[in-house]
């Protein structure tokens, strides 16, 4: 049976630490503060709100919510970017995806300040990420490498194989795991023969949304799966990418879907907002 991958768990203890830095940080005058821009009522976001909410509140970081109507303009949108922008006491912001279809995701994305772009999706930071230098990076590819370290799971001259080549996991996960050794194959839905490339994953990420998309027969006996995908069922249920129940017997270990990469997320959202304030003080 694989070793549950305990998202909840290890993000507890992620949390716990950094409120101590927060702690630390606010005897100094500094709150680190994260501002949020809600576009709209995607259901996955008014989740992940939600939680990062929670999370923040519970540690001592300040999270300034602003929620638009779905029917915001870019123009609208793009003067609270760069109000953000301006405002000292901001340290990270965050315009939540996916957009409503009249706005433009790459020109917000891009407006945003690259030193408060705690998403690391600016291309920026993209950058950096790909040339190995210091940066931030969006927050699922990172809480997966903390996941796997809390494991100790190794990377080095592992083959990764990642299913899903979005801007939000697919691409910067690969970047985080080539700058830690790893040997890499994004995989996509024009993917030949995807089943026979899964099977030689020594690590295997799923990010593509489609529920129980990977069975027993596309895992390795004994890989690491982490399935990023949360889709919520007509039963009301979150459900993931990989059929658990089928893959659990032949995994070596397996991320749980609630409870695995998703609370890793905000956590690593967290560490990386207070590394962005630590910055007021040191630079
Ligand atoms: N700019 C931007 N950055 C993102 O990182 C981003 C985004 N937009 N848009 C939406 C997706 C989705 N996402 C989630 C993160 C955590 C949970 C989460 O907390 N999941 C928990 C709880 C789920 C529940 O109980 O409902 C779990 O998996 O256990 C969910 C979803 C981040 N995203």
Redesign the pocket.
């Known amino acids: 049976m694989a070793t549950r991958l305990d998202?909840?768990v290890v993000s507890k203890r992620i949390l716990s630490e950094l409120q101590q830095t927060v702690t630390g940080l606010a005897q100094q005058g500094v709150t680190p503060t994260l501002a949020v821009i809600l576009v709209g009522s995607?259901p996955?976001?008014q989740?992940?709100v939600?939680?990062?909410q929670r999370r923040a509140e519970e540690i001592g970081v300040r999270s300034l919510m602003f929620k638009l109507p779905e029917e915001t303009s870019q123009k609208t949108l793009l003067a609270k970017v760069a109000e953000l922008n301006q405002d000292p006491d901001v340290d990270g912001i965050?315009?939540?995806?996916?957009l409503p279809k009249q706005l433009d995701e790459r020109v917000v994305i891009n407006s945003i300040d690259p030193d408060k772009d705690v998403?690391g999706?600016s291309p920026v930071s993209v950058g950096r990420l790909w040339t190995n230098e210091p940066t931030v990076v969006?927050?699922?590819p990172y809480g997966i490498m903390a996941l796997l370290d809390a494991y100790q799971i190794d990377v080095t001259g592992k083959r990764v194989v990642i299913v899903g080549r979005s801007n939000?996991v697919g691409r910067p996960l690969a970047g985080l795991m080539v700058n830690h050794d790893a040997t890499v194959t994004i995989a996509h839905s024009k993917t030949r023969d995807l089943k026979a490339l899964t099977r030689e994953a020594d690590i295997l990420v799923v990010a593509i949304g489609v529920p129980h998309f990977i069975g027993a027969d596309a895992v390795k006996p004994g890989a690491t799966v982490i399935d990023v995908g949360?889709s919520?069922g007509a039963d009301g249920k979150?459900h993931g990418d990989v059929d658990a129940d089928a893959v659990e017997p032949v995994a070596g270990a397996l991320t749980?879907?609630?409870?695995?990469?998703?609370?890793m997320?905000?956590a690593s959202?967290m560490a990386q907002t207070v590394e962005l304030a630590k910055r007021r003080l040191h630079g």
């Open positions: 998202g909840k995607d996955a976001s989740v992940y939600r939680n990062k965050l315009v939540q995806l996916p998403d999706f969006a927050s699922t939000i949360i919520r979150l749980p879907v609630p409870g695995g990469v998703g609370p997320t905000i959202l």
